[in-house]
């Protein structure tokens, strides 16, 4: 008998979608979606920018799926396919760039004052928010991000660390609220 | 948290995936424009085998009709369209045998001429082309 799709592995879900298996393929976007989404939203994308990139890097997904061996995961290899997607859309569209530099939110926190990642990473500026995202959301190294979005390597690993500085301090218990408290005052 | 512990643990925060209410929509959305694109592929591959077929058919005929026009001439071609014809009856009892054995004893081929024959057996088999062109494609 024919496992259900839930206890398939991913390597497994890839190899049956290769072979033109839809059912197959939605469950590992049901899986993945989620991810993809977040990690694109993460990247700056306004959510429904994110979500037609999400999608079409899920329709090219399906078409390379006989490319993904499982040498890493399923989840690591679709959001890289995501992550570049979207440098591509976003150097093409230099107004949506633009929109997003103008665009500031002010940061929630929960009940200690602390930020969640989703809304640190929006006191970020757009390149330090971008090259943390593609970092440690999408797995690429600091040379693939600065080939990715032509950038020096230097500067990029300044992007990358200065990123994280601000990530620390923002995301440190109580720290929001202090920082609140002293612009009060 | 000192800056040792921290890359793991923004590594765990990016890696925990954010929940979305509107889920079954971003899904139903993307299997609809899968199911659009495999349509129009299927389109694509169709229109295009029907156009290639129909180029080759169009070559293979005017290769007959040089074979018509220098069969006065010269004395090697007559035997190449009596090759053709041949491999156009041979084609015709193939087709008859196939037939037999799915029980259309009722039809005879035998009538047809040789060239009408092999045109017949052309077309089928650029017929059945297609189909299994098409057929792989969806399941690409």
Redesign the interface.
Known sequence: MAKPLRDLHDVELAALSA??G?RE??EL??RH???V???L??MGAQPALA?DV??DA??LA?EKCAEFRGEGTFGAWIKRIAARLYLKRRSRDARYVAELESDEVAPSVDSVGRMD??EALKGLTEAERLC??LC??AGLSHPEIATAINLPLGTVKSHVKRG?DK??VR??PGSVAHGSASHVG | MSVDEFDPAIERLFARAPAFADSAQFEAGLAARLNKSSRFRTAALSVAGLVGGVIAVREVLSVDFNFAASSASAGAAPSAAQGLTMAGVDGGMAIQSLMERVGLTGLDLSSMGGMQMFWATAGVLVALLAAGVVKLSQQI
């Open positions: 072979a033109g839809r393929f939605g976007v049901r979606s989620p991810a989404r977040g990690l939203r993460r979500d999400a999608q899920f329709l399906f990642l989703d943390v995202s440690h959301g994280l990530l620390r995301l440190e």
